[in-house]
């Protein structure tokens, strides 16, 4: 598979959240106004991108030659939450408007699913290191782009005027919905 393949599909076609729905806590969560979204997709395309090379480095030239790959779940798992910290330690020096309104989801990127999911899939299909790593950035990116994308829609849905029974979460998730169906429509592309 070429790595503009692994990318695309990542990205949009097997979107994390959309289609495999990994990641939907900071999702549905975080996705209420777009600069919080858009600062927690950042914080995701770096550690996941990060944690993809790395994880992804250690299982190929450590775990795999000593024949250690039942460890595999336990490395990254401590690869991503080392990230997730210094991610965290930056933001708090650097942007805390954004770390403070972030709050909670921003711990929850190590136990964010789709961050493990990256790199468990990369270890399933024999990636090499730069194959993980290209999936690292497609899948971050369609987390971006997914997170971004439901919190205009919804900073746009404030305005609408909703039955009360639909309004918060049920209008949320027949969003996401509706998301996911449109994502559906990039497997039919073809290079």
């Known amino acids: ?28 969560g975080v996705s209420k106004k777009v600069e919080t979204a858009a600062g ?3 914080a ?11 994880t992804s480095t250690l299982y190929n030239l450590l775990l795999l030659p000593n024949h250690l790959e039942y460890l595999n779940t336990i490395v990254f798992i401590l690869v991503i939450a080392a990230l997730v910290q210094f ?8 942007m805390p408007a954004l770390y403070k309104s972030l709050g909670v989801y921003l711990p929850l990127i ?4 789709a961050v493990l999911g ?8 024999n990636d090499n290191i730069l194959e993980a790593t290209i999936r690292g950035i497609g899948a971050s990116v369609g987390f971006f782009l997914a ?3 439901m919190a205009g829609i919804r900073e746009k849905l404030e305005n609408c005027n909703i039955p009360s029974a639909m309004k918060g979460t049920p209008i949320v998730l027949i969003t996401a ?12 592309v073809s290079f």
């Open 118 to 125: 990256v790199a468990l899939l990369s270890v399933q299909n």
């Open 1 to 28: 598979m070429g790595l503009f393949t692994i990318l695309f599909t990542a990205a949009l076609v097997s979107n994390f959240v959309l289609s495999q729905f990994l990641g939907i806590c900071p999702f549905l």
């Open 87 to 94: 991610v965290e330690m930056f933001m708090k020096k650097s």
């Open 40 to 42: 927690m997709g950042g």
């Open 147 to 149: 997170i971004v994308l």
């Open 177 to 188: 919905g509706l998301m996911a169906i449109a994502f559906c429509g990039f497997g039919g």
């Open 44 to 54: 995701v395309i770096f550690v996941i991108t990060i944690a993809s090379l790395i």
């Open 110 to 113: 190590t136990t964010n699913c």
